[in-house]
């Protein structure tokens, strides 16, 4: 080669590699032109296609949760999704071992499964498949271009996808960080609706019914609970109450609790004892029927006739709440049965009291007594106990105020980790 030939074929290389650097740039222009994984996804296979002459390609992501690589497939108007195992075909081969692959007929290649060509009917023939690298050098997704126009993949078609893949694996990273960040900020926003429709579901405020003093809370654990407790007045001066908790937590316990909800509100009222136990077992029945076999819920129902003070009241696995009588240690309501959901018939045992002046009922679930401090010493019952014979003389709102207070005295920092729901009736 003479001294001219020699200077335009260097001339030619610098020209090659101004182009290389040139479409590079304007490669990572397109590429940060969206925060859309889907159409980002579009524009680096576009890229790709276009630099290196290639008829036709996929790009594959890896999901290392799944240990599989997927792409998105266009075709015609819909868009299909393609799956491979991790080492399995020739992408999924690249995505577990970094080597390139580039071949001129693919369909002798062992490896070639076709799953492109069967969505697609493309017909591959040459194929250039190779990794796509992040900063760190972990593999994140895989280039796979087929059929170069007038020719084969050369050195220069892996030199560009090596670069490109340099910006592309930043701007997807990018796409997916923002795709989190809307998905998470979504699913806040859900998350607070439910919270108001489920604190819309508890009553708004308590009875206020001459002679009685009522009070009650519920705090979540978290922006859903499985708490719920509820005042219901009936004809005659009754009065339908409960207390329950929901196994579990988040909105699957938010939907149980507001079917229970709206078969407490549904059911008639007969004002004899026999009848509170029949409406625990229909109760019991649609529970059973509206939930998984994992699920169950702990209930204390009662109904109170506020004119004599007789209480008839179902304790179906749940926490038995204290009752007081006046100057007399308190005694714990346990007749019953058990939680609900567990078996589709079952009868329940129906207790009895009676409500004088000066007595008072404190109902709760055991978010109460199981909150944990740092040493991961519980509330408990003792301290619970103690404290309502300290305090059982003040109003039913500063009691539950205070023991709310004991309580995060207790956790001393710690988060709640259970729901904490209580409720008090005085008889004044």
């Known amino acids: 080669m003479n001294t001219f030939q020699s200077k335009n074929a260097e001339s030619k290389l610098v020209r090659q590699r101004v182009e290389y650097l040139h479409s590079l740039i304007e490669a990572s222009k397109a590429i940060n032109s969206t925060l859309d994984l889907d159409e980002l996804l579009e524009i ?112 220069e078609d892996e030199e560009f996808l090596s670069g490109l893949s340099i910006h592309a694996t930043l701007a997807i990273r990018q796409a997916a960080l923002h795709k989190e960040s809307l998905e998470k900020r979504a699913l806040e926003h859900e998350m607070n609706v439910a919270r108001e429709i489920q604190e819309n579901l ?143 018939e079952t009868e329940f045992q129906v207790g009895h009291v009676q409500m004088k002046a000066g007595d008072l009922l404190f109902l709760y679930t055991d978010g109460v007594t199981e909150a944990m401090n740092s040493s991961l010493d519980e509330y408990g019952d003792e301290r619970l106990s103690l404290f309502l014979k300290e305090n059982r003389n003040s109003k039913a709102e500063d009691l539950i105020n205070n023991i709310v207070a004991d309580v995060s005295a207790h956790l001393d920092g710690m988060q709640q980790n259970d729901d904490l729901t209580m409720a008090v009736i005085k008889r004044l």
């Open 44 to 155: 680096i296979l576009r890229i790709a296609l276009e630099n290196t002459n290639a008829g036709a390609g996929t790009i594959y992501l890896v999901d290392r949760e799944k240990g599989e690589v997927w792409s998105r497939i266009s075709d015609k108007d819909e868009r299909n999704e393609i799956r491979l195992p991790i080492g399995q075909g020739i992408a999924g081969f690249v995505a577990k071992t970094g080597e390139i692959v580039n071949i001129e007929n693919a369909m002798e290649h062992p490896r070639f499964t076709g799953n492109f060509d069967k969505l697609t009917g493309f017909h591959t023939k040459s194929m250039l498949c190779m990794p796509m690298r992040n900063e760190d050098e972990q593999i994140i997704g895989v280039f796979q271009i087929m059929n170069k126009r007038g020719g084969v993949f050369g050195e």
């Open 202 to 344: 508890l009553p708004q405020h308590v009875p206020e019914i001459q002679n009685y003093d009522f009070a009650a809370i519920n705090l979540p654990a978290k922006a859903i609970g499985g708490d719920y407790y509820d005042y219901i007045m009936l004809p005659e001066n009754h009065l339908r109450f409960c207390i329950a908790d929901v196994c579990g937590k988040g909105i699957p316990a938010a939907l149980i609790m507001a079917t229970l909800r709206t078969t407490m509100h549904f059911q008639k009222a007969e004002f004899d004892a026999a009848s509170v136990g029949r409406l625990v077992s229909r109760i019991n029945r649609v529970m059973f029927e509206s939930m998984p076999l994992s699920r169950f819920v702990t209930l204390f129902y009662g109904e109170l006739d506020l004119n004599s003070g007789n209480l008839f009241y179902v304790n179906a696995g749940h926490n038995p709440p204290y009752f007081y009588h006046v100057d007399e240690n308190p005694q714990q309501l346990h007749v019953g049965g058990m939680a609900l959901g567990l078996l589709k």
